[in-house]
């Protein structure tokens, strides 16, 4: 499990993480939209709750992005313990997302920083000189902006698979057991836990892939392997 520690002299301290608010939580879904690789990856996000009424509920935190090789990711921000009864809606929109095409998902972008809370992305992207049409994003000119690369690098890329990301405080068992069984059986899901924490009267944000596990877990006293996906 991993801490975090402030120095003095010799000492090491040991800083509390802070359990998330609801203005927490809305303060990093804004801060992601423009600096998704808190998420641990290059990814543009293009899309929120809102652009998929049906599937997910009006401020739902669930965000759409598309990752470095065109891959659309059904991302979920989670405050306190993420349990599978409250990622049904996410499992839903990755499910739906295999059904648009190229087009669609750049009608969804452009309504998507169409909206006023969006005003800094869709300023971004024209700094970024994205080609936009009044009613769509051109999605290659997107990744190839944000990638550095061709736009016809991703013209056969966008969207030929889908991706799960769920970031939350911690994760019950039977989440965790769900995201285990989802990559054996081809999806690509993974869940990241995050911290905030106050250093020096500054928020510091922390995050860690923890599901599935990417690092051997440390022999416990007994001599078995232990690992933890709740909160410490």
Not at 12 to 29: A, H, N, R, T, Y
């Amino acid at each position: 499990m991993s801490k975090m520690y402030t120095g003095s002299g010799r000492v090491f301290q040991e800083v509390s993480s802070l359990p998330m608010d609801e203005e927490g939580l809305q303060d990093i879904k804004r801060r992601v939209k423009v600096q998704p690789h808190f998420l641990g990856e290059p990814l543009v996000v293009v899309a929120e709750a809102e652009d998929f009424p049906g599937i997910c509920a009006p401020g739902d935190e669930t965000m759409v992005a598309i990752d470095a090789i065109g891959r659309t990711c059904a991302v979920t921000i989670a405050m306190g313990v993420a349990d599978i009864d409250q990622q049904v809606a996410t499992l839903q929109l990755a499910a739906h997302l295999a059904t648009l095409n190229t087009d669609e998902i750049g009608r969804i972008a452009r309504n998507f920083i169409d909206r006023s809370a969006n005003e800094p992305l869709r300023r971004l992207w024209e700094d970024m000189d994205v080609e936009m049409s009044d009613d769509s994003v051109e999605i290659a000119s997107l990744l190839a902006a944000a990638f550095e690369r061709d736009a016809e690098d991703f013209f056969s890329m966008v969207n030929a698979s889908q991706r799960i990301i769920i970031a939350a405080e911690a994760f019950s068992s039977r989440l965790v057991g769900v995201i285990e069984w989802l990559n054996t059986h081809g999806v690509n899901a993974i869940g990241l836990r995050y911290r905030k924490f106050i250093v020096g009267g500054q928020d510091v944000f922390f995050a860690e892939q923890v599901v599935p596990q990417t690092v051997p877990a440390v022999d416990s006293a007994g001599g078995t392997k232990t690992t933890s996906t709740e909160p410490a």
